[in-house]
């Protein structure tokens, strides 16, 4: 399961809801109780690291920082995508994420480093 939150460039009702995910795969929750685990600097590395967490079972969402109102200005502060997961998944996929850079780091990725 993957999910893309686009930022709506404003704060949300105190009383707002996200939706459940009951018609998802893997799940009867709702997006409130997902909890970042760690920050992607590009599509790449959220693409192969959301691909990791679900080979382990993992709900994994993917929440982009791009803006069109401004036009990825902030994403080198930022990085690309924060990567969230289910808070009951929070220590598994923490173990993926540091596998993946242990991963990436002997293989010379960019995982522990910052894209240039």
Known sequence: MRIDVVPLGRAMPPNFKF???????????????????????????????????????????????????????????KGWAAIMVPEEFRALGEKVVNEFKEAFSKRGGVADEGVE
Not at 32 to 53: G, H, P, R, T, Y
């Open 19 to 77: 939706p459940s995910l009951s018609g998802v795969e893997g799940g009867d929750r709702s997006l409130d109780n997902f909890v970042k685990i760690f920050v992607v600097e590009n599509k790449f590395e959220a693409d192969m690291l959301s691909q990791a967490l679900q080979r382990e079972g993992v709900p994994v969402m993917v929440r982009t920082f791009s803006d069109t109102a401004y036009d990825g200005l902030y994403i080198p502060q």
